[in-house]
């Protein structure tokens, strides 16, 4: 009689833990592994001309011919814009034949003075008319110039704001010219950066709709003062404009990548988030839940950083979060 009562104890026991295995949560959980990652700094940054300027003129006059079309290429000293210089020539004209009369005047008294025909004065006098009217020639010529506007770099042209005919002034912008073969980044990164980043450093501006591919740059400028009012500092870079697709005044996605670190990472699904703190969930020995508090880094490929809150050993629920607390039994799958 005893010994089929210990025999139905026995199963019984034995049928009441397996209802209770078959009971307990299923969750999937792993270690954390050790990955090489990257710290980056992904900021917006402007996009600038490498060079820009706009065209205008030294003197008041009409224009006379227009040799640029608008938005095409030119290349430096390409003769853009030309003012009307006709008085400028004329000038030029009678002053040179006045320049040329004293050239003989004084090569005649030169020849004299040198058989003591001629008094030095004299000499003296027409070798000063000389110089004089040689300057005054140099003088007009430099106004014809000033008539003739020309590019002082390669770049393209922007638009026309003024036709054949017009008069201009100082000040008056004819046109804008851009060098973007090259164009300009410029950012403003958060001091707590200021020491980690270096002239030359490597950066890409992220792919959108107008960046076909990431676009990879250098930087060339670090402001080497701190904004009191902003917290932060500027930079400049560097990039080859594929194509001109890119335009200044774009606003553009800026990754600068930092130096690589071994660090633990775990799934990003293992994360828990609860008024800006992060937990996990580990499983001890026994299958017993524990939440634990961590501190995060960076994302990469589907992976999170854990900087401080967790053991290499540690295992780490990643499925199943949801319907397990802190003292849970599970079973692993």
Not at 38 to 43: K, L, M, Y
Not at 134 to 154: H, M, Q, R, T, W
Not at 161 to 169: A, H, L, R, T
Not at 244 to 257: D, E, T
């Amino acid at each position: 009689m005893k010994s089929n009562f210990f025999k139905f104890f026995c199963i019984y026991l034995f049928s009441f833990s397996l209802v209770q295995t078959q009971n307990l949560i299923s969750v999937g959980a792993k270690k954390p592994e050790i990955k090489k990652v990257v710290d980056n700094i992904e900021i917006p940054g402007s996009v600038l001309a490498n060079e820009s300027v706009s065209i205008t003129t030294v003197v008041s006059e009409k224009i006379n011919k227009i040799h640029f079309i608008e938005g095409k290429y030119v290349k430096e000293n390409d003769l853009l814009v030309e003012l009307y210089d006709e008085e400028e020539k004329a000038v030029l004209d009678q002053v040179y034949a006045e320049f040329e009369e004293a050239e003989i005047n004084y090569q005649r008294a030169l020849k004299l003075s040198e058989k003591g025909n001629i008094s030095q004065s004299i000499l003296d006098n027409r070798l000063m008319l000389k110089k004089k009217l040689s300057g005054k020639v140099k003088e007009i010529e430099a106004k014809i110039d000033d008539l003739k506007i020309k590019a002082p770099f390669n770049g393209y042209t922007g638009i026309k704001n003024y036709s054949v005919g017009s008069f201009i002034k100082p000040g008056d912008i004819i046109t804008e010219l851009h060098d973007i073969k090259t164009l300009k980044i410029q950012a403003f990164i958060p001091e707590v950066f200021s020491n980690k980043l270096k002239i030359n450093n490597f950066f890409f501006l992220k792919q959108d709709v107008n960046i076909p591919k990431d676009i990879k740059g250098k930087i060339t400028v670090i402001d080497p003062v701190i904004n009191k009012n902003t917290r932060s500092f500027g930079i400049l870079g560097k990039i080859t404009n594929p194509k001109n697709k890119i335009k200044p005044g774009m606003m553009v996605n800026l990754i600068i990548p930092l130096e690589k670190r071994n660090s633990l990472m775990v799934r990003e699904n293992s994360i828990i988030s609860q008024d800006d703190i992060s937990f996990v969930y580990v499983v001890s020995d026994k299958n017993i839940i524990t939440k634990k508090r961590v501190k995060i880094g960076i994302k990469s490929d589907g992976m999170i950083e854990i900087l401080s809150g967790l053991n290499i050993g540690d295992v780490v629920v990643y499925e199943g979060i949801n319907k397990i607390e802190n003292g849970s039994i599970v079973k692993l799958r």
